[in-house]
């Protein structure tokens, strides 16, 4: 009953929260033109002030209110059209007492014509409405029966709403709808202003420390330039400073030059050390170089002999390049000396085109002007020159001429041409179709150590010569003769006895040491292997000193009775290049008289 008191009430302000009860309403008969105004007064004011959301709530309370329709029937009674009561866990509305029967009269047929009302906000409690002055007085209703059995209102019983109602509750609704649009957007454009201030505060934090790391920036790269500059500056003082330097230490050289002649002298030690190497590295690589052929006697002998017919011209170099030297005609006729004769061969070869001509003899012209030069320096220079300025100004001419740019290709081409030369002596010792190794071997191996120790010997103020003295020769008749002075020179040769496997003869280490007698009559001259490195110091003053022997001649004897020197003939195997000697080509054997086989044409 309560709850229908304040239904009942048409302006009573649900979940309003003041105490101040609103004003009774008289009980008046019906007037529509009492209730147009009464309608009339409930327009809403438009406010330009932004409504807090517990206000915009408060307002749709209100609005609900207001849409319960409230029009006085013919007896003074105010009709009110309630809303639907609210449903608990959504199983219909709760019964609070028993059901009592429907009361006959005016109230219960306006409350069965009752239209079911829309949701509302939920109605106070009973001990609120108790207290409330606003209770309408009518019959009484239980308002806790089953509304849902109440059968649905009929428009044509209860009749439509007028048309100015219906367009007043439009208007209202639109006007609602666009305060709550207005409150949306000024929310939305308070939040979009903190945020808009929040980045302009932010931006402008960022443009004063972008300006603090310009102004940083700006003092640093000017410090950076500046340091640029001043270490440019002194990069240009320093060159200057280095330029006049570099003249100052010119001048003094060349004064220190002037006053200290060259100087470019080589020990003993050290030119003999690059002579042996050369020698030594001639001997392992012949030993490899005739190692296929000596292997196998037999075959090597028919191979060389085959290839000799086949390629006379090649095989009659080696055989004249023999028999132009008498030592080693004679030392072929001794078995095991195929390499020894090989490398006695370049040996001499390197010795005369090589260590005794000057500058390989490529400029004759340039060494005949200084050789005009040293002449002259000696005899028609006033004050004349001594030997040791004259040696010395020599050396230091050719080494001005083998430092040039143009003499390197001199020198390549000297190279090239001493080991053609030298390689077509043994080109019958040549497979075919490996012309090409065999003569860059002939040149790694051989050519260019030689020319190196040569230019070493030939800028030194000290003069380095070879010589050697085989000491056998051609006799009237053609036979071959010892010289006497063979045995007188023994302390300065290296002998090697091929009767004792190359052992090195000595006769000072000899115990008891032998006779000149025992000499003439037991040692033999074989052949000469190398020649001997020999070293005149030049002294001021003319003072020439007596030559030194830095590296001794190398030669092969044969020391021993001669029942042993025949029986080592006799035993051992015929040399290579004895076979190759003896054999006679055809155009050796027509020269002797003899015939000539017939070759038929094609």
Known sequence: MEDLKQLDDPIFPLGCKSSDPPPIPEKTPFRPVAAKDSLADMYLTYSAVLKSSHVVDEESSLDSISEISSVPDAMGFTKVDMPAPVLENGNGPQSRGPRQALPKGLVATRFSNTPTPRPGPRPQSSASNRNSSTFVECDLIDLETDVSATPKRIPEQDGAKPPHRVEKDAGLGQELRLRREIAELRQKLASSNARAEIAEETADRMR????EIKNTKVSSVTETERDINSARQAARELEVENSSLKEQLGDAQSHIFSLQPYRQELTPEEVGR????????????????????????????????????????EAGRLKRMVRMHPDLCHGVEFPETDEDIIIAIIMRFLDE??????LYGALPTEVQTLTLIETSMQNH????????????????????????????????ASVEHLTRELASIFSILCARGKEESFHRQFEKHCIKPAMILYEKMQVSTHHFYFDMNPYIMWGPEGELLSTPDFVDNLHDLDCRNILQNRKAFNVTKMDPPPTKRELYEHLLNVCTLAPALMMRQVGRKDVIREPQVVRRQQMLVAYGPVEKRDSFQKDGDQTLLSHLCSAKSERERAEAGGWTPFRWAG
Request: charged share 35%; hydrophobic share 45%; proline share 4%.
């Open 274 to 313: 690059e002579y042996d190497d050369l020698v030594d590295g001639i001997t392992d690589w012949v030993a490899k170089l005739m190692a296929p052929l000596l292997d196998d006697h037999g075959r090597g002998v028919d191979d060389l002999l085959m290839n000799a017919r086949k390629r006379p011209t």
């Open 381 to 412: 220079v006033e004050p004349k020159r001594d030997l040791f300025a004259i040696r010395t100004w020599s050396a230091e001419a050719y080494n001005a001429i083998l430092s040039a740019h143009q003499f390197k290709k001199i020198r390549a």
């Open 353 to 358: 085109d090589i260590f005794q001509k000057i």
């Open 208 to 211: 004063e420390r972008i300006e």
